[in-house]
């Protein structure tokens, strides 16, 4: 039997305005779009939004349906609509928040798995890591590739 370690890591700041200001103004555009989320049932209210290679920013929410399956997080909104609108540009970071009927949450929210596996064959298909910014009132906490919150990523030589 062997034991391997494995380390993630993150960098935590107290507040937004801890952040450089391009992470600043895309944390502050997740949070908008969030205010526009379609949660009716959940009433949890997402927004990521993406800085591209250009300086372009793309912006999605989640969007919830009475057939709880056919709902899509936030993250993925602004992922797929960013791959199929700018093909060839791949995305520098993301933002995500989420805020509930008391307003922003307390702690960061986190990606799904399906979220993380979607960012991952992004960072796969340019090459490049994405920054990852999660955003809670309490603190706020950067990733520097997805690979830090998904250490055991289904890859495509995973497929071989």
Request: proline fraction near 4%; aromatic fraction near 8%; glycine fraction near 6%.
């Amino acid at each position: 039997m062997r034991t391997k370690e494995i380390r993630i890591f993150v960098y935590e700041y107290d507040n937004v305005s801890e952040l450089n200001d391009s992470d600043q103004q895309l944390v502050l555009e997740a949070r908008k779009i969030a205010a526009n989320a379609y949660a009716p049932y959940s009433g949890f209210n997402v927004g990521a939004s993406l800085l591209l290679e250009n300086g372009e920013v793309i912006s999605g929410n989640n969007q919830e349906n009475a057939a709880f399956t056919t709902g899509l997080c936030a993250e993925r909104v602004a992922l797929f609509y960013a791959n199929a609108a700018f093909p060839k540009l791949s995305v520098k970071a993301m933002a995500v928040t989420a805020a509930n009927q008391h307003g922003l949450l307390e702690d960061t929210v986190k990606p799904c798995g399906s979220c993380r596996q979607a960012i991952l064959e992004t960072e796969v298909r340019f090459n490049k890591p994405i920054k990852i910014i999660l955003d809670g009132k309490n603190k706020i906490q950067v990733f520097e590739g997805v690979e830090n919150l998904l250490p055991f990523a289904f890859k495509p030589e995973s497929l071989d």
